[in-house]
């Protein structure tokens, strides 16, 4: 519970944490330090299922501070019409508009531990969600 103490006396707008999809100490610390928790969202029935559950550490969270921090899920790795199914089907987490698409350039830059090029579909979808993400929070 320090860590958010901690963070709070720094002289920053945004402190962005990227942590493991585990449970573990350092995940947990991170969890309640946060105001914001950006969780990335598939068509598939595993990621959904891992949402809910940092649905319930969220409520823990809640219990235990009286804070509750607020859930974004992002749409990642997602083809056009996966995407489509899943704001149609969506019923249990905030979304965010904007997502990101399966894209070759992101698995390339990836493996190349390269930035995305500027002018990729990619790197344009990530700062529109960017700006989204400051503008909701």
Known sequence: LRIKSIFKKLKYDYIIIDSHPDVSYTTSAALFAADVILTPLNYSRWTVQAVRMLQEEIENIYEIT?????????????????????????????????????????????DKGEMLKEETKSYIEFMDLAKEIIERI
């Open 66 to 110: 009286g804070e509750r921090p607020k859930l974004l899920a992002v749409p990642s790795i997602v083809t056009k019409s996966k995407n489509e199914k899943l704001k149609e089907s969506n019923g249990f987490v905030k979304m965010t508009e904007n997502s990101i698409s399966r894209s070759e350039s992101i698995a390339t830059a990836l």
